[in-house]
């Protein structure tokens, strides 16, 4: 959520700055803004609430002309305090105009320090927390040791503040220079040939360099044409420690590819996603042929003395955690719970140092999933994190990392992520057996290679989407759909779901199959569409019998009943309504097959009702505050 960008350099900022914008939308937003320093001594700021093109036509009728200049920023909002107004929207100005912030995440602390401006006389214009921080700075550089010295103004106000945020400031004064600091939010600079960039996250600014360098933990920085400095909220540089990287895809990873929507080309790109994050985990040397990981803090002794694992995880990444439990289980003999992160730590589990926490967030800011690292940390447990951002704040406070390397997913409603977060998760079950020696050498190497097959038969599901496109056209105006699987297929079940209610905002609910006659049952009447995730006949013969006299019950009550099973399980046809059939695979695996033509009916429907599949309503890309 928010996305910030600031620039300092040679081009016209307005032009770098609204282009970035319109490349981080995805992280969801609902109003923007752009300030511009024109090397004169003026700001002009322009702010609109709703999309990207309000601003765009506020900008062209306001003539940018007066937009004009090398330095600038810009922000996407998501509200958190104060409603999605023109007057809420960033940048917010000080009393002077020559002052100007953007701001993600959460003041914590903004209540008294907003009593103590107004009881020093200042007018505060907007409902939000981040208008304290303008005040504050506008106040130190006025007057007082900071007086006159934009950069020490900025780190005195950053020493106040409470609270979970990425701050950046620029000022009329001092034209060129833009400061920024970060609180387990995130915040990224790029760094170009006599040009500098500051932003959400890489995408912002990859057409123009692929060289960035990550921000700590409560780090500041300064930019401006020439370099950038870093230090600590005191404007200290002992002991202050950021990593340079190269971001290893390219703005065409971020473009449509010809598709009409990003999670359209996302779904298709799946079987590459789940190669990429398999690509390099299995390596033969001098122990024979084993697993290994990104980046890996954690000795094999320690791996084999763990005796519970907690899974932490919000929204898809919880389902993929849910699915880690059953491969882990059944591959370790260790148990394992999956938590909501945003529950995890009020509940104060057992935690100490013979436990692995392992958690999952595609973003590596996610402020629920962070802080349960933070609180396992506190515990003596163990934490390994599952990202697809390299360098992100989680697997920095990590002990174990696994990327899935999927390049960037611009959908909001994660798909190519959540496939590679279930093929990581099955990596850690497999690394995890192999310390712990429950499994053979050769066991493991025969469970890798069915892995790496999958990507395969991924392609192959892709080739139902004919199909499964007409079966949601047809039903996109119903008000319900209800989903049903069992062992691995309920959390498949439970993300179909919530794919449905992401996209298309209707009523949808995932059950386990075994809990029909408890309850939802009494949902099921005449035309109510259910989609069915069957097991394998072969892999849970017992299960799927079960499933199948579940099906005859819904049947007989009038459900329509779409089911998607293995090819060849003719048992299932009499009983489906819609059958959709996927290709055989292992039973822990089949959920990186049957969850494609879920995603495929969610993102059509939703077309179908004229939703924006990208962004969803209400919804953003990264949550990360709580």
Known sequence: MCGIVGYVG???????????????????????????LDGNGALAVERKAGRLANLEAELGEAGTERFAGSTGMGHTRWATHGAPTDRNAHPHRDISGKLAVVHNGIIENFAPLRRELEEAGVELLSDTDTE???HLVSRAYADGPTAGEFTASVHAVLQRLEGAFTLVFTHADHPGTIV???????????????????????????EHTREAVELGQNQAVVITAEGYRVTDFAGNTEGVHSRPFTIDWDLAA??????????LKEIEEQPTAVADTLLGHFVIDEKGGRIVLDEQRLADQELREFDKVFVVACGSSYHSGLLAKYAIEHWTRVPVEVELASEFRYRDPVLDRSTLVVAISQSGETADTLEAVRHAKEQKARVLAICN??????????DAVIYTRTGPEIGVASTKAF???????????????????TKYPDEVAREFAELESMPKLISRV???APQVRAIARELAHVPTVLFLGRHVGYPVALEGALKLKELAYLHAEGFAAGELKHGPIALIEQGLPVIIVMPSPKGRAVLHSKLLSNIREIQARGARTIVIAEEGDDTVRPFADDLIEIPAAPTLYQPLLST???????????????????KPRNLAKSVTVE
């Open 132 to 134: 304290v921080a303008v």
């Open 462 to 464: 892709l080739e139902t």
């Open 10 to 36: 040679y081009r016209d900022a307005l032009g770098v700055v609204v282009d970035a914008l319109r490349r981080m939308e995805y992280r969801g937003y609902d109003s923007a803004g752009v300030a511009i």
């Open 596 to 614: 494609v033509p879920l995603q495929i009916f969610a993102a059509e429907v939703a077309q179908a009702l004229g939703y924006d599949v990208d």
């Open 180 to 206: 920024a600091a970060r609180r387990s939010t995130p915040l990224v600079v790029g760094v170009g040939e006599g040009e500098m960039f500051i932003a959400s996250d890489v995408t912002a600014f990859i």
């Open 254 to 263: 971020a473009e449509k590819g010809g598709h009409d929507y990003f999670m």
């Open 389 to 398: 951002t390299n360098g992100a704040q989680i697997p920095r406070e990590s």
């Open 419 to 437: 496939l590679a977060q279930v093929a990581a998760n099955y990596l850690v079950g497999l690394a995890l057996a192999q310390a712990r020696g």
